[in-house]
C-alpha cells in the first residue's frame, strides 16, 4: 500500500492520512489513522501505534508507523526525493546489498555502491556536493542520511526506495 501524511509541521498534529493499494489493507489503515486525526494525534502518537503481528499476514513495523518516521524525519531535516526523480545528471551512494543491486539495478549520473553497513568504515569515498542515497524500501538511505547530514555532508534519501522507482517508472 502507498500512504500519505498531512501534518502541521508547527505543531506536528496529523491533519490527515490517505492511501490506495489493496482494499482491506488499506481500509484498515484509514480508520485507525481517522481515530487518531480526530483525537488530535500528532506525528509521535503515530510512531507508537501497537498492532497485531502474525508473519507472514503483517509487517513487522505497522505502515502508519512508518509513514510518521518520515514525517518526523522530514520535520528534522532529513530530506526525501521523489522516486520519479531524474537520476541521469544525480550522484547516488546506493547502500543495497549486492543481491538487492542484481534484483534492481540502478543507473545515475555518478553511481557509488557501498552496502549500509560499510558507510562509515568507507566514508572517505562519499564525494562532496549533494548525494542521493538509495536503498530497497528507503528505511536504511534515511538512516544513512542521518548520519551523513550529522557530518555536515548534503544528503537526501529516495523516498520509497528503489521498489516504488521500479513500480512507478517500470525500470530503473
Known amino acids: 500500500i502507498l ?9 506536528r498534529r496529523v491533519l490527515g492520512v490517505q492511501g490506495v493499494g489493496e482494499e482491506g489493507e488499506v481500509a484498515k489503515r484509514i480508520d485507525v489513522a481517522a481515530q487518531l486525526v480526530l483525537r ?8 507508537r501505534i501497537e498492532h497485531p503481528y502474525a508473519p507472514p499476514y503483517a509487517p513487522a513495523i505497522e505502515p502508519l508507523a512508518v509513514l510518521a518516521y518520515a514525517a518526523e524525519n522530514q520535520t528534522e531535516g532529513i530530506d526525501m526525493m521523489s522516486p520519479l526523480t531524474d ?13 538487492e543491486r542484481e534484483e534492481r539495478p540502478l543507473t545515475a549520473g555518478e553511481l557509488i555502491e557501498i552496502e549500509v553497513s560499510e558507510v562509515r568504515d568507507r566514508a572517505v569515498e562519499i564525494p562532496e556536493g549533494l548525494l542521493l542515497v538509495a536503498c530497497a524500501h528507503g528505511t536504511r538511505s534515511a538512516e544513512v542520511v542521518r548520519w551523513l547530514t550529522q557530518r555536515g555532508i548534503r544528503a537526501r534519501y529516495l523516498g520509497g526506495g528503489v521498489s516504488w522507482r521500479v513500480r512507478a517508472l517500470g525500470n530503473s
Not at 3 to 11: F, G, H, I, K, R
Not at 87 to 97: H, M, N, P
Open 40 to 47: 488530535g494525534a500528532t506525528i509521535d502518537e503515530f510512531t
Open 87 to 99: 537520476l541521469e545528471t544525480t550522484t547516488v551512494l546506493d547502500v543495497r546489498v549486492p543481491e
Open 3 to 11: 500512504l500519505t501524511m498531512v501534518y502541521d509541521p508547527a505543531t
